[in-house]
T-cell receptor, first 109, second 113 residues
């Protein structure tokens, strides 16, 4: 079993829909990252959080430390949101990250 | 602009040849990382370096080598000992502060023929 599990693996949505991607982890962490990877391959960091909730534009990330679970929400989705969304956790005192396998999101117009 | 560059974006090599992937950063970051990405799998750490002239093996270091002679550069050599070298390789860097995120380069797609 992977230490970081994401669901769903694939998600297709219509433009304007509210989207939720989930991440569960089984290790102790100091922080959790949400990353976005576009078809060209480059990765951009969206959020880093260790508690509560963060919001940036139409993106919202939440984390529940007790339940070892995080969600990434996209409001009013748009085709340009189509990408792979990756959850990664940082364990303990190191800077090493453990990555989920990603969620492939396709937003259709 | 500050950032991380990787070159080339696409690389083709014949089986049995060593190949070196470039990674340069001008963010003044102490830590640098190399990851491998394969379809259906999460990124896996190959090597990382927290300071010049020092580096540590990651989870899948066999068949790879690195050097860190300069703070801004962390080249990765894929040797002929790597059994399945065809993959997408990503370089990243960060400060040593645990509260900071990692910044990723655009990646190099290596295909061994």
């Amino acid at each position: 079993k992977n230490e970081v599990e994401q669901s769903p693996q694939n998600l297709t949505a219509q433009e304007g829909e509210f989207i939720t991607i989930n991440c569960s982890y089984s290790v102790g962490i100091s922080a959790l990252h949400w990353l976005q990877q576009h078809p060209g391959g480059g990765i951009v960091s969206l959020f880093m959080l260790s508690s509560g909730k963060k919001k940036h534009g139409r993106l919202i990330a939440t984390i529940n430390i007790q339940e070892k679970h995080s969600s990434l929400h996209i409001t009013a989705s748009h085709p340009r949101d189509s990408a792979v969304y990756i959850c990664a956790v940082k364990g303990g005192a190191t800077n090493k990250l453990i990555f989920g396998t990603g969620t492939l999101l396709a937003v259709q117009p | 602009d500050g950032g991380i560059t990787q070159s080339p974006k696409y690389l083709f090599r014949k089986e049995g040849q060593n190949v070196t992937l470039s990674c340069e950063q001008n963010l003044n970051h102490d830590a640098m990382y190399w990851y491998r990405q394969d379809p259906g799998q999460g990124l896996r750490l190959i090597y990382y370096s927290q300071i010049v002239n020092d580096f540590q093996k990651g989870d899948i270091a066999e068949g790879y080598s690195v050097s860190r002679e300069k703070k801004e550069s962390f080249p990765l050599t894929v040797t002929s000992a790597q059994k399945n070298p065809t993959a997408f390789y990503l370089c990243a860097s960060s400060t040593m502060r645990g509260s900071d995120t990692q910044y990723f380069g655009p990646g190099t797609r290596l295909t061994v023929l």
